[in-house]
């Protein structure tokens, strides 16, 4: 299957300072991509839609300014967290879907290996 | 709106034993449904997904799933558990705003030897 590949897996930073996590699809295009963000013992719950070559969506709740999110081409999306804090802890996933597959809601998405962020 | 429920926050099995993970779905459209799993401190990985072609849906490792239009159900069952099938596991239904897959909030599988 396709491959989504997130980095850092594991950071751990000290509060104030900002945070970048990478999501690249391998070997497919991704026109959108979905950044999530899971609680302990709960589900993901979405935070974001980026779109390659414009602004990204945002969920209600979800500020846009300490979550930044950049989709520069159609491999890439990245999140930076700005100003981290330590209710920031948390564990981020993002997944994407085939842009040529992706006009039918039939097809999966696929997850990067997530990145646990503890600030601290 | 679509969402998703799963029953049980923790399904414990002996090994050898039938898995049984309970999915049930609301939707306004006829949905596309998929069960995940999730071992520690990774991302997700798709089991199977049913897409309106055959009810009775075949996954990877023995797992399968059967959609039941009247019951509204999508239960995952593998017939004999194995310790390595211990992790959380997500059903999930497509149709969210932004084509997102909508999640339940997940069943942890324990598998006792």
């Known amino acids: 299957g396709a491959v989504v590949s997130q980095h850092p897996s594991r950071v751990i930073c000290k509060s104030g300072t900002s945070v970048k996590i990478e999501c690249r699809s391998l070997d497919f295009q991704a026109t959108t991509m979905f950044w999530y963000r899971q609680f302990p013992k709960q589900s993901l719950m979405l935070m974001a839609t980026?779109?390659?070559?414009?602004?990204?969506?945002?969920e209600q709740g979800v500020e846009k300014d300490k979550f930044l999110i950049n989709h520069a081409s159609l491999t890439l999306s990245t999140l930076t967290v700005t100003s981290a804090h330590p209710e920031d802890s948390s564990f981020y996933i993002c997944s994407a879907r085939d842009k040529f597959l992706s006009g039918g809601s039939n097809t999966e998405a696929f997850f990067g290996q997530g990145t646990r962020l503890t600030v601290v | 709106a679509q969402s998703v429920t799963q029953l049980g926050s923790h399904v414990s099995v002996s090994e050898g034993a039938l898995v049984l993970l309970r999915c049930n779905y609301s939707s306004s459209v006829p949905p596309y449904l998929f069960w995940y799993v999730q071992y520690p401190n990774q991302g997700l990985q798709l089991l199977l997904k049913?897409?309106?072609?055959?009810?009775l849906v075949k996954g990877i490792n023995g797992f399968e799933a059967e959609f039941k239009k009247s019951e509204t159900s999508f239960h995952l069952t593998k017939p004999s558990a194995h310790m390595s099938d211990a992790a959380e596991y997500f059903c999930?239904?497509?149709?969210?705003?932004?084509?997102?897959?909508?999640f339940g909030k997940g069943t942890k599988l324990s598998v006792k030897p």
């Open positions: 999930a239904v497509s149709g969210g705003s932004q084509g997102n897959l909508i």
């Open positions: 980026s779109n390659e070559g414009s602004k990204a969506t945002y």
């Open positions: 049913y897409t309106s072609a055959a009810t």
